[in-house]
Nanobody, 123 residues
Framework: QVQLVESGGGLVQAGGSLRLSCAASGRTFSTYVMGWFRQAPGKEREFVATMTRIGNLNYADSVKGRFTISRDSAKNTAYLQMNSLKPEDTAVYYC?????????????????WGQGTQVTVSS
């Protein structure tokens, strides 16, 4: 079991940056596949980025080259560095952790979710 708490969201102008954090309690974070998802108003939750146990990374095409996922095992914390933000990045961002190595780009691949943090990008 693991509990996830996101922080770092806020309001930023287009072109700006934010770093989201996901603090985990319980099992060591590095034993999970972890990911970031987001949900904009009126839209379904969508995949943003993932990191496997061995550190392989994958990103949604819409954020590739702008967002970076990382993990600090000593702090049991994951991060999502978001640069060159666009208004279309506005959403609630969720951190997730999973035991399976399957479907890691999909919601069903994750067992544990944080409560979400709001990111708003103004034009």
């Amino acid at each position: 079991q693991v509990q996830l708490v996101e922080s770092g969201g806020g309001l930023v102008q287009a072109g700006g940056s934010l770093r989201l954090s996901c603090a985990a309690s319980g099992r060591t974070f590095s034993t999970y596949v972890m990911g970031w998802f987001r949900q904009a108003p009126g839209k379904e939750r969508e995949f943003v980025a993932t990191m496997t146990r061995i550190g392989n990374l994958n990103y949604a095409d819409s954020v590739k080259g702008r967002f970076t996922i990382s993990r600090d095992s000593a702090k049991n914390t994951a991060y999502l560095q978001m640069n060159s933000l666009k208004p279309e990045d506005t959403a609630v961002y969720y951190c997730a952790a999973g035991d399976s190595r399957w479907y890691i780009n999909e919601i069903r691949g994750y067992d544990y979710w944080g409560q979400g943090t709001q990111v708003t990008v103004s034009s």
